[in-house]
């Protein structure tokens, strides 16, 4: 036992790891002078004193690290790692006569042999220090989890004969659920009822901005799932046994994405005190929201679930027990959520040791994203808005989510397309730059000293060169200015208050670096002049863009050596990484990773409405901006910094067509208006909407002549900031507002 928790104390009160030995032959034996050891360049590590072992019996030595040769209480000299390690037995002549292979064990779990003394070595249900292991219990199953094109009989052998438990329906076995007879027959679920996805997982639609729950008008695909265990006189003699059989004619044609089963107490998700993935108790009508079961968090609102992974073909990856909370922030009250998998030595297996991304070659993940649709597109409905970012910055000088989509199934039922992504902390980065966890430090963090450069940057003017070059020292410059020009191209408006985050090792030359995350609300205005956007001061605004969060960019480019390297560096990315036909060709190739699943996605969720309008959205909104955003940006950039030239150049008749709206005063107390400053008349509807995107005023078929002006008197809403949509079928013109009342 290598994580003992409570199996058994030591004589100082202490819960050692332990090693037991067994005695199998018919006579006594004396251990004068064997050894264990956890090194088999040191066999001799510790040696045990003058004690025999009895025919058939045992002896249990605690692995404290505390080397005590009293026989009454043995303990070695070192410890055993949970994560697992090699173990050694030798005898008095120095010859290995037994060891162990590495092996992961969970708290209060043994590894051992079944029956007592055989070749058979499992991990046990039951912890049995000084007595025999033969209480413990292995089922045989006729069938493992995986892909079946036709129903069958499971059948399951207990090898001591004990009695066998199961259920069905993703609940612990215990000694009062199904008895396991004969066989089982799996078959077919076409018409199986929805029983899970019947369960409302958000309010209505009519109180939140993201997609809410509806009910399902067809039943939706059905996978079986099986748990079982062993029971002896209401004592549970064998491990908890998880598998899940998807069973269709067409099995290995119906996916080309990997297969994700979850499988946990229906309590944990949907009960109304603690089920995660409901409104629950903790809805609040007043505040729909922000409150709910979903919005709990910490480790309190963590529940225990188990994980398996099917690959292409239904090639099976792993299957262990994790951890599971709800993932992201205000899209926690949509229909379908972001979920985040922890790996625990609690649930069996210290990281998920699988190669769960393959653009990577990495094979141990900590914590992983299950990255919904709904929340990943709430502006819009292509679902790809953020996959299709992070892929067209795979080769700039930033840390990035990389992704793959999967289909994911809930306790049997068919839960809909989720991006399995990277969860930034600091084992991601850890892996990312050949680091240590613990020699990572984050700018939340207490102590982080991330202050400590923004007061040098508010204290020193950066147009002085000296002063440029100790800034120098503290952030990595080429990692910001990727991270910067990033951001900007995409037109993220949710950015640069919102979706910031940056880390540095901990060393005393270790740099600042940026994480690029969260482009939700990038893709929307090919038009938008981020110039503008990421150099706001105005002390009112919060949100997008206050004061502190353009503070760095800012003052950065009061220094020439840097807004040249800037410029320099935009250009490069723009006729390589962002050129329009490396970004129409890898927008397509993500398209096609999603073309076959998408119309059993909306069939689940109803989002997007329909497969016809995804793939519209796909064209007219992310095709057309990686298609135009770059001569904009390159107009944008010219007129910014005031250049006759720029190392990029484009067809700019379409910019030079572009509407713009000027919205004066801006802030106001609500009484304002828009000016047309083109040179064309243009028509259009107009909607203004709060920054949750809820809509306060509409008015269609507006039309505006060259130069004429239009005037809204919205003194009755509260003071926060607005966003104008000006658009028709040919454009789209979108401002801030701020009202202060």
Known sequence: MSLNNSTIMDKFGDYPDWIELYNKSNFSINLHNYCLSDDAEELDKWKFPEISISSNSYLLIFASGKNILDTTELHANFKISSSGENLFLSNSLGNIIDQIDPVSLMEDETYGCLPDGSDIRIKLAIPTPRNSNNLNNQLLLSHEGGFYISPFYLKINSLSDDTIY?????????????????????????????????????????????????????????????????????VRTSNIYTHTFLIDSMIFEKYDLPVISLI???????????????????????????????????DAWERPVHIEYYGNNGEFGFSQGCGVRIHGGKTRHAAQKSLRLYARQEYGENYFNYQLLPQKNQNKYK??????????????????????????????NVD???????????????WGIHNLRDRIDKWYIAYSHNLHEDSVIFSYEKNSQFNNLIDYIESNNLEDDNNYEYLL?????????????????????????????????????????????????????????????????????????????????RNLLKNQCFVNQFINRYAEILNQNFDTHTTENKLFSIKELYKHEIKHHISRWGYPENETLWEEEIENVLLKFVQKRPCYVEYNLVSFFGLEEFGFTCEMSDVKQSVRLAIVPNPS??????????????????????????????????????????YFNLSEMPSNTYILNFYNTSFSEREKIVIIN
């Open 166 to 234: 199961y259920t069905l329906n993703g609940s612990i076995p215990t000694k009062y659920s199904n008895v396991f007879k004969d066989s089982l027959f799996f078959d077919y679920k076409y018409s199986s009822p929805n029983i899970f996805a019947e369960i409302p997982t958000s309010p209505d639609q009519s109180l939140i901005s993201h997609k809410a729950w509806e009910p399902l008008e067809n039943n939706i695909h059905k996978a079986s799932i099986l748990r079982c265990a062993s029971f002896n006189n209401g």
């Open 264 to 298: 946990t107490e229906m309590e944990n998700l949907f009960s109304e005190d603690s089920g995660i993935y409901i409104p629950g108790k903790h809805f609040n009508l007043d505040n729909p929201e922000s409150t709910g079961n979903y919005f709990q968090s910490g």
């Open 367 to 396: 914590r992983i994203l299950l990255r919904t649709s709904m929340a990943t597109s709430w502006k819009g409905n292509t679902m790809i808005n953020d996959v299709l970012a992070h892929e067209l910055v795979r080769n700039l």
């Open 400 to 414: 990035f989510q990389d992704y793959q989509p999967v289909v994911v199934y809930i306790n049997g039922e068919y």
């Open 473 to 553: 020292t503290q952030i990595d410059i080429d990692n910001f200015i990727d991270y910067q020009i990033s951001e900007m191209f995409f037109s993220n408006y949710d950015w640069p208050s919102n979706n910031v985050t940056h880390w540095k090792p901990k060393k005393p030359d270790g740099k600042w670096r940026w994480i690029f995350y969260d482009i939700d609300d990038g893709f929307g205005d090919y038009t938008y002049n981020m110039f503008v956007h990421a150099t706001m001061n105005d002390d009112q605004i919060t949100w997008p863009n206050s004061p502190t969060s353009t503070l760095i960019f």
């Open 669 to 710: 107390d609500g009484i304002f208006f828009i000016y047309n400053n083109t040179g064309l008349t243009i028509n259009g509807n107009i909607i203004i909407t709060d920054v949750t995107g809820k809509i306060v005023y509409t008015e269609n078929d507006v039309s505006l002549e060259r130069n004429e002006k239009k």
